[in-house]
């Protein structure tokens, strides 16, 4: 099972982006979905995650500027981005905690590879 990112780019402050990610594969279920950054000099921190029943998580800097939707089945998320600021430029990363139907005793973590969010004052 493999993560695709895809979105980002460069931004001036208060503009908009959007980011992807797509779970792909076979035999599995996706239990939550969502996405980190990590910022130049700084540790991976959470940006959003949408859970199973549709719960979702968001960091408290991005609340009521990011929104987190996804498929069903939480194989696709998207991460819509408003009102951005120059402290959001970061690496974006897909991440996703999913149960392989074949051992699903043996959750595992999933990440996609970055994309790099920058954002001009």
């Known amino acids: 099972v493999q993560l695709q990112a895809s979105g980002g780019g460069l931004v001036q402050a208060g503009g908009s982006l959007k980011l992807s990610c797509a779970a792909s594969g076979s035999a599995f279920t996706v239990n939550s979905i969502g996405w980190y950054r990590q910022a130049p000099g700084k540790q991976r921190e959470v940006v959003a995650i949408?859970?199973?029943?549709?719960?979702?998580i968001y960091a408290e800097a991005v609340k009521g500027r990011f929104t987190i939707s996804g498929d069903d089945d939480k194989t696709a998320v998207s991460l819509q981005m408003n009102n951005l600021k120059p402290e959001d430029t970061a690496v974006y990363y897909c991440?996703?905690?999913?149960?392989?139907?074949?051992?699903?005793?043996?959750?595992?973590?999933?990440w996609g590879q970055g994309t790099l969010v920058t954002v001009s004052s």
């Open positions: 991440n996703a905690f999913i149960i392989p139907s074949t051992t699903p005793t043996t959750p595992k973590w999933l």
């Open positions: 949408i859970y199973t029943g549709r719960d979702t």
